[in-house]
């Protein structure tokens, strides 16, 4: 199944990791670091795939365009900007963007996500579960320029974006493929919950 519209694919990978203890980028999950996994769920749908990274950010050899962003430390919205901006010079309208931290991520969920709210023209397209997951969600990339002025005026939470813009959601409930981790048990349970 081919997704039904061009898709770029934004990977935030330059997180700070603080609960996690180390760079959750290069954390091994079944054999492979989740940068390595988030790469391989999203290039079935998307291409060009962009990964965003903190400067100086060691990272494995991916299938993938490296980005850098230029100050460590701000947030995930100025790394969404930076990865739209450089979808939007690839000639791309959409790009998925998720974190990295996402285990058990597939392409169907982008699939689900690529429905009738993108080909209404939403700008954001985010799944829900009981909470918006800001990074697992379709943006159009020339959202960069809203950020940007977000940024600017000094917010650094994607909800800042969404809730000023046309955000479409779609309820997805019992979604393992949105499971995130942020510490190392919960990388564990990740891999407990996908045998049982």
Not at 45 to 57: E, L, N, S, T
Not at 88 to 110: K, R, T, W, Y
Not at 150 to 176: I, K
Request: aromatic share 4%; net charge negative.
């Amino acid at each position: 199944m081919t997704t039904p519209v061009p898709l770029a694919a934004v990977i935030l990978a330059g997180g700070a990791s603080r609960r996690m203890g180390r760079d959750k980028a290069t954390a091994v999950y079944e054999g492979e670091t989740l940068v390595e996994r988030t790469v391989s769920a999203v290039r079935p749908r998307c291409a060009p795939v962009f990964v965003v990274a903190a400067p100086g950010q060691a990272l494995p050899n991916l299938q993938a365009e490296i980005l850098r962003d230029d100050i460590r430390g701000v947030g995930p919205l100025l790394a969404t900007g930076r990865g739209l901006r450089a979808a939007a010079q690839a000639g791309l309208e959409l790009a998925f963007v998720c974190a990295v931290d996402m285990p058990l991520l597939s392409a169907d969920l982008i699939d689900e996500l690529t429905g009738p709210a993108v080909r209404l023209g939403a700008d954001v397209v985010l799944p829900w579960d009981g909470r918006s997951h800001y990074l697992a969600g379709i943006y159009r990339t020339g959202l960069h320029e809203r950020i940007a002025e977000l940024v600017e005026a000094g917010e650094r939470s994607m909800r800042a974006l969404v809730e000023t813009v046309d955000t479409q959601r779609v309820v997805m409930p019992e979604q393992a493929s949105l499971t995130n981790v942020n510490t190392v048990a919960e990388l564990r349970d990740a891999a407990a919950t996908r045998i049982a």
